[in-house]
């Protein structure tokens, strides 16, 4: 069984630009969770979304958002890009997203750099 | 605002000492509890977690940790580490009444270093 794949792996942008990642979750997950990693604030929680809906956000401006697919592929997009945008975003997937019943499987990321 | 706090930022030891991660939460609800290992470049994967009974949790690779329910605390151990064990080790709280079922809220990390 495939695990989790994000795309692309390593991302270079500039200032203001715009980045989508992108998130294929593993097969019959409907539950597609985004998070960032930085060596500053560690892992923080972006958003979640099952069946197409987003159900939880965390305390990301605007400037991030989402969608699922009804596939239950996911993306991520970053509007007008800051340096501290600099980030690992990650990629989780599981069955309900109903964290005290399905285990969440990680991607290996997407290494997003904001020149 | 929910918080978790690992002390040990780096944790240096020798092959078969023991282990123990501290993990410290600041919520007082109801709490999922985790403990997640990142191998160096390899995927976030799952130790082992506790939803509720039995407060001490065996996970994979011989850890366990314990919930303290009256300390906020879900520490971390292993009886004798070995080099393969070095990584980067998250706690992480769910609570769902107050923050929703789906959202993991990670302390920053401690990094083990094993010397062999």
């Known amino acids: 069984k495939a695990g989790v794949t994000q795309t692309p792996r390593y991302l270079i942008k500039t200032r203001g630009q715009q980045v989508t990642l992108s998130c294929s979750p593993i097969s019959g997950h409907r539950s597609v969770s985004w998070y960032q990693q930085t060596p500053g604030q560690g892992l923080q929680f972006l958003f979640e979304y099952f069946s197409e809906t987003q159900r939880n956000k965390g305390n990301f401006p605007g400037r991030f958002s989402g969608r699922q697919f009804s596939n239950s592929r996911s993306e991520m997009n970053v509007s007008t890009l800051e340096l501290g945008d600099s980030a690992l975003y990650l990629c989780?997937?599981?069955?309900?997203?109903?964290?005290?019943?399905?285990?969440?499987?990680f991607g290996a990321g997407t290494r997003l750099s904001v020149l | 605002a929910q918080s978790v706090s690992q002390h040990n930022h780096h944790v240096i030891l020798s092959e078969a000492a023991s282990l123990e991660l501290g993990c410290n939460y600041s919520y007082g609800g109801t709490v999922n509890l985790f403990w997640y290992v990142q191998y160096p470049g390899q995927h976030l994967q799952l130790l082992l977690k506790y939803f509720s009974g039995d407060p001490l949790v065996k996970g994979i690779k011989g850890f366990e940790a314990e919930f303290i329910k009256s300390k906020f605390s879900f520490n971390l151990r292993k009886p004798s580490v070995q080099w393969s064990d070095t990584a980067e080790y998250f706690c992480a709280v769910n609570a769902p009444r107050n923050f929703g079922n789906e959202k993991l809220t990670f302390g920053t990390g401690t990094r083990l270093t094993i010397i062999p």
């Open positions: 989780a997937s599981s069955s309900t997203g109903q964290l005290a019943k399905n285990i969440q499987y």
